[in-house]
């Protein structure tokens, strides 16, 4: 099959590959560039274990092929720490017990990072209605919630402190 040249800025990193037209994007970003974080949960659109950030905005990776990522900014789960510091959405996950295997945090934190950049201080409702489309087999979604909205704060305090945005 013949490849198809696609150019991509993946963790803030220009991207140059060439893909089977076939392929998905989780595919190519779990083989092709071994950014194993984003996970495969159903293959058919459900779980969310797939997402990652299109322009910043939350995509399943496994409902879009590779070659539609071509020209476009994408963020996974490897690229949300800066300089070896967890974000500090992740620090709230793992200190308010946000997950227990793991397999469904890094789409749950891809997820709610989309959200809490449309919206700083969502309500519990807004938080658990944008988790819809992720599905958690362990934690029983309720310490998934605290962890967003002290995560939401936590950002919150950081931008005070850089006097940023924490992306
Ligand atoms: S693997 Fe993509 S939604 Fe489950
Ligand atoms: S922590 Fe195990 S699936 Fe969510």
Not at 8 to 23: C, D, M, Y
Not at 61 to 75: K, P, R, Y
Request: glycine share 8%; hydrophobic share 30%.
């Amino acid at each position: 099959m013949s490849l198809v040249k696609i150019k991509t800025r993946i963790n803030g990193k220009a991207i140059e590959s060439e893909v089977e037209p076939r392929k998905l994007l989780v595919h190519f970003l779990r083989e092709d560039l071994g950014l194993t974080g984003t996970h495969v949960g159903c293959d058919t659109s459900n779980c969310g274990a797939c997402t990652v950030l299109i322009n910043g905005r939350a995509v399943k990776s496994c409902t879009m092929l590779a070659v539609q990522a071509d020209g476009n900014e994408i963020t996974t789960i490897e690229g949300i720490s800066r300089n070896g510091e967890l974000h500090p959405l992740q620090k709230a996950f793992l200190e308010k017990h946000g997950l227990q295997c793991g397999y469904c945090t890094p789409g749950m934190l891809l997820t709610s990072l989309w959200l809490l950049k449309k919206n700083r201080n969502p309500s519990e409702e807004e938080i658990r209605k944008n988790l819809s489309g992720n599905l958690c087999r362990c934690t029983g979604y309720q310490s998934i919630v605290e962890s967003i909205k002290y995560g939401a704060q936590l950002m919150k305090e950081k931008e005070e402190e850089q006097e940023m945005p924490v992306r």
